[in-house]
């Protein structure tokens, strides 16, 4: 056996468990193609243990959706992927994980992957979204939460400072866009940042691109939050693996 193969053999033992940290599903997020059953099943299908449900949670974006700002009905809307994809988990032998991908009005359009939230905590969040980014990780955010700058360096975005969130997304491989991994994993290693690894899924055949390993299954957005602020993880990147 090659060195490369054991060493790849050894890792895989130590940190069996895979994770996709970033899925879209249809119709909570209109640019998803596939239902949330549909991506239980794919996930399911190539041996991950847990999928992360982040679509996205835009204050603008249900209004036009469903035509309100109500807080009740726009979380209701955005929740009923999530219920379904822990439906078919439930049947599958998949654990569902419950993130949001943020965007705030009075702002760029930056996109936050944040982790550490229950159900619950979606009518707290959804009229922050009206304010900045900053604000909202400034009051908001502490220990128990984790804000990911999504993809950071796809074009339109503008890389926010170290201070204002708690990790990049480097490794989105999302087939569509160019985000840059490399530049995005320097740039989070030079502000002393944790990266991250996503496949930002949102159409069949894209699935499991990117995501993460680790020692013990993650059943939920707060394992999600202790895995990397431990850092104890791996990344798997298009089938390479990657030692933050």
Do not use: W
């Not at 949330?36 to 996930?43: C, G, Q, S």
């Not at 998949?94 to 979606?122: H, M, S, V």
């Amino acid at each position: 056996m090659r060195i490369q193969d054991e060493i790849r053999e050894k890792l895989e033992e130590a940190y069996p468990y895979k994770t996709e940290l970033h899925a879209h599903t249809k119709p909570a997020s209109t640019c998803s193609d596939v239902p949330a059953e549909e991506a239980v099943k794919l996930y399911k299908n190539l041996g991950y243990d847990s999928l992360t449900i982040a679509n996205h949670f835009t204050y603008e974006y249900f209004y036009k959706r469903i035509n309100t700002h109500d807080v009740k009905l726009s979380v209701d809307f955005y929740l009923r992927d999530y219920y379904r994809a822990c439906e078919a988990g439930a049947k599958e032998g998949l654990n569902i994980i419950l993130a949001a991908e943020l965007r705030f009005n009075n702002q760029n359009g930056n996109d936050y992957l944040l982790f550490g939230i229950e159900p619950e905590d979606l009518h707290d969040i959804f009229p922050m979204l009206q304010g900045t980014e900053e604000e909202f990780y400034k009051n908001y955010c502490d220990e128990s939460k984790l804000l990911v700058q999504a993809h950071p360096f796809r074009n339109g975005q503008i890389i926010m400072k170290p201070e204002t969130v708690d990790a990049y997304e480097s490794f989105n491989l999302h087939p569509n866009h160019n985000s840059r991994p490399a530049l995005a994993t320097r740039y989070a290693k030079s502000a002393g940042k944790i990266y991250l690894a996503g496949t930002d899924f949102h159409e069949y055949g894209h699935e499991g691109l990117s995501g993460i390993r680790t020692k013990t299954p993650l059943l939920s957005s707060h394992d999600v939050v202790k895995a990397v602020r431990e850092n104890d993880f791996i990344m798997e990147s298009d089938g390479l693996l990657i030692i933050p």
